[in-house]
T-cell receptor
Framework: GAVVSQHPSWVICKSGTSVKIECRSL??????MFWYRQFPKQSLMLMAT?????????EQGVEKDKFLINHASLTLSTLTVTSAHPEDSSFYIC????????FGPGTRLTVL | GNSVTQMEGPVTLSEEAFLTINCTYT??????LFWYVQYPGEGLQLLLK?????DKGSNKGFEATYRKETTSFHLEKGSVQVSDSAVYFC???????????FGTGTRLTIIP
C-alpha cells in the first residue's frame, strides 16, 4: 500500500518555541491531507483538513494561529505548533488521501 | 453529533483464541464503518470496511458486519495469532464526507 512518512518521529522543545512537523506521501500524490491529535487512551481527534494550494480547514475549537498548516505540494504538508506550551504535548498523526486515507506513524511532541 | 464507542481494553488472549472487539456508533447520517489497525511503530492501516447495512467486511481472517439495527460493527477473528498484537480502532465517516471519527482504540496482546 501507499506510504506516508512523518518527520520527526519525536521532538522535545522548550515552552515558547515553535516546532514544525512534516508529513509526506512517498509514492503517491495527495491533494488532501489530514492532521490528527491523539491524547493518551483517547481517540484520534481531527484537527484540520489540508488541501494543496489552499488554506487549511480547521475543526471547531482548533486554533488556526496556534497550529499553522501548509500544504505546499502534492506530497508535503507541514504542521507548525507555534509558541508551544506543555498542554500542546501530544501525539500528532497525519494522513494523506489517495483512494483511501493512509496514515503516517505519528510524531510525539513533548513541550517542557 | 457522530461518535464511536469501542471496548477499551487492553485485551490479552492466548494464541488461537476467539476474538471479539465491540464497537457501536452514533451518526447523524448514514455512515461507512471502518476498522483500522496500528502495529507497533507504524501508522494506522485500514483493516476492513463496510459501507451499507448488512455488509460484511473481511481481511486477514478478521470480519465485521454492519448492523444498523444495533448500530454496531464488532470485530471478530476465529483464531488469533501473536502477529495480531496491535491497537485496533473503529471509525466512521458519513457519505460524501471523508472525515473520520475514531473510537479510543483497543490494545490487543496475544500470548503464545
Amino acid at each position: 500500500g501507499a506510504v506516508v512518512s512523518q518527520h520527526p518521529s519525536w521532538v522535545i522543545c522548550k515552552s515558547g518555541t515553535s516546532v514544525k512537523i512534516e508529513c509526506r506521501s512517498l509514492d503517491f500524490q495527495a491533494t488532501t491531507m489530514f492532521w490528527y491529535r491523539q491524547f493518551p487512551k483517547q481517540s484520534l481527534m481531527l484537527m484540520a483538513t489540508s488541501n494543496e494550494g489552499s488554506k487549511a480547514t480547521y475543526e471547531q475549537g482548533v486554533e488556526k494561529d496556534k497550529f499553522l498548516i501548509n500544504h505546499a505540494s502534492l506530497t508535503l504538508s507541514t504542521l507548525t505548533v507555534t509558541s508551544a506550551h506543555p498542554e500542546d504535548s501530544s501525539f500528532y498523526i497525519c494522513s494523506a488521501r489517495d483512494l483511501e486515507q493512509f496514515f503516517g506513524p505519528g510524531t510525539r511532541l513533548t513541550v517542557l | 453529533g457522530n461518535s464511536v464507542t469501542q471496548m477499551e481494553g487492553p485485551v490479552t488472549l492466548s494464541e488461537e483464541a476467539f476474538l471479539t472487539i465491540n464497537c457501536t456508533y452514533t451518526a447523524t447520517g448514514y455512515p461507512s464503518l471502518f476498522w483500522y489497525v496500528q502495529y507497533p511503530g507504524e501508522g494506522l492501516q485500514l483493516l476492513l470496511k463496510a459501507t451499507k447495512a448488512d455488509d460484511k467486511g473481511s481481511n486477514k481472517g478478521f470480519e465485521a458486519t454492519y448492523r444498523k439495527e444495533t448500530t454496531s460493527f464488532h470485530l471478530e477473528k476465529g483464531s488469533v495469532q501473536v502477529s495480531d498484537s496491535a491497537v485496533y480502532f473503529c471509525a466512521l465517516s458519513l457519505f460524501g464526507n471523508e472525515k473520520l471519527t475514531f473510537g479510543t482504540g483497543t490494545r490487543l496482546t496475544i500470548i503464545p
